[in-house]
Each structure stands twice: as C-alpha cells, then as structure tokens.
Nanobody, 129 residues
Framework: QVQLVESGGGLVQAGGSLRLSCKASGVGLRSYAIGWFRQAPGKEREGVSCISSDDDTTFYEDSVKGRFTISRDRASDTVYLQMNALEPEDSAIYYC??????????????????????WGQGTQVTVSS
C-alpha cells in the first residue's frame, strides 16, 4: 500500500515560485507514474502534470506548460513539481497520486483522476495578486 505525502505549498505573490514534493512510504515510487492534480474550491479535481513510470516522459496541462516542471529523483524516490511564474488562478490544493496501471504507464495526456490512486492529503498553494 502506497502512502503519499505532499509538501512545499504556501502563500506566494503572483510571479513567484514554489516547489512541491511528493514522497511515499510503504512502497517506493520508482515503478509508478506520478500525477500532480489540483482542486480549487467549488471546482473538480484536475490533472496538472504527469511523469511516466518507465522513461520519465512528461506531460503538462496547457495552462501550466512552460511554467511548471515535473521531475523525479530516483535516488531519493521523490517527485517534484517546480512551479514558476505563479498566477492567482493556480491557487488550489495540490495532490500527487500513483497510477493504477498493472504495467508501465505513459503520460500521453493530462492525467485523469480516475487513472490514479493512493492520494495524499494535499498541500495548499495560494497565489496572491
């Protein structure tokens, strides 16, 4: 059973940066694709970015492309989401999750929450204007 913990959220001014971390206990992340999702008040959870399980290829939702970078440090078994040029519209609770696939999972599109599991408690990101 994978248990995920997100960290790194906070309050930042528009244009600022934050780096979110996703770390697992119980089972390592190495064999999983990792998705980052966010949920703002009154809105559905949406996929932001994804890193594939085997070759670490990545995918970004259009609104964050060029501003966010997902990466995996296999030595520490941690996945990061570097967020630059933050905008008030980025304010949300950010979650990471692992894929449900029985085999390799390739991130070819925005991650769908239904394809992922083992959600962490989330980390709050607030961007002030």
């Amino acid at each position: 059973q994978v248990q995920l913990v997100e960290s790194g959220g906070g309050l930042v001014q528009a244009g600022g940066s934050l780096r979110l971390s996703c770390k697992a206990s119980g089972v390592g992340l190495r064999s999983y694709a990792i998705g980052w999702f966010r949920q703002a008040p009154g809105k559905e959870r949406e996929g932001v970015s994804c890193i594939s399980s085997d070759d670490d290829t990545t995918f970004y939702e259009d609104s964050v492309k060029g501003r966010f970078t997902i990466s995996r440090d296999r030595a520490s078994d941690t996945v990061y989401l570097q967020m630059n040029a933050l905008e008030p519209e980025d304010s949300a609770i950010y979650y990471c999750a692992v894929d449900r696939a029985l085999g390799p999972y390739h991130c070819l599109a925005s991650p769908s929450p239904g394809d992922f599991q083992s959600w962490g408690q989330g980390t709050q990101v607030t961007v002030s204007s």
